[in-house]
């Protein structure tokens, strides 16, 4: 029996929202590269074109996925549909930033642009990226935040990693106010504060929100 194939709509749907990009090389190593691949079934039917039931994959986890193995766990379809929510997540953020052409203005000097550096947290590191947003500092400065946090980086298995990613705007010239939503009416808040040449970033309710124990909480200084 042949293979019915995908309705082109749905084809696309899956491509736009994951732009060629594997959930699974994004859920295990946040690899955000294109890559050659397929979309993958993931109860494995293919009579089920549902696009929830669907998620592009690389050639090399599409088999990994479709595989029977004995030795060791495979991996399951609830942890791949985490891995595309959080692609897809994370590919809206990217993709919705406002794009500049022609000239940009942007601030001569920045103070807290650039690059920070967690200290005094062990093993586990931490940085914290703010990119100023073209012509947004007349009186409304406002930033593209990005950053990495490390959880056990002593594991065999490597460490967890921690994503964050938002737009922000500076209040009273010190102060940026993240609140996340989490799972029905939770959220969590994150404050960073520009103190005396140092960044300060407390979070409330974070378990879990970035990457499972994964914090960014922790004073930082601001890389040379």
Not at 61 to 86: A, P
Not at 93 to 99: D, G, H, L, N, Y
Not at 120 to 126: C, L, M, T
Not at 148 to 160: E, H, I, Q, V
Request: charged residues 20%; aromatic residues 10%; contains cysteine.
């Amino acid at each position: 029996m042949s293979r019915k194939p995908l309705p082109a709509p749905t084809e696309t749907g899956v491509l736009v929202q994951s732009r060629r990009r594997c959930c699974i090389c994004f859920g295990l190593n946040r690899d955000t590269q294109l890559k050659a691949g397929q979309i993958a079934h993931l109860d494995q039917k293919s009579s089920n074109n549902a696009e929830t039931n669907l998620a592009f994959l690389c050639f090399e986890h599409h088999d990994e996925y479709d595989s029977v193995s004995s030795q060791r766990k495979n991996l399951t379809i609830g942890e791949v549909k985490q891995f595309r929510t959080e692609l897809y997540e994370s590919i809206n953020k990217a993709f919705t930033q406002q794009v500049h052409f022609g000239e940009i203005t942007t601030p001569a000097s920045d103070p807290f642009a650039g690059s920070w550096i967690r200290v005094g947290s062990g093993e586990d590191g931490a940085e914290l990226n703010f990119t100023p947003l073209p012509d947004s500092f007349e009186g409304n400065v406002q930033y593209y935040v990005s950053g990495l946090a490390l959880y056990g980086t002593s594991r065999p298995y490597g460490p967890n990693l921690g994503i964050l990613e938002f737009t922000g705007e500076l209040i009273e010239g010190c102060e940026i106010v993240y609140a996340r939503p989490l799972r029905e009416d939770e959220v969590t808040t994150t404050w960073l504060r520009f103190i005396d040449g140092m960044l300060e970033v407390t979070e409330e309710n974070w378990l879990g929100a970035y990457g499972m124990n994964a914090s960014f909480r922790g004073k930082y200084i601001k890389a040379v």
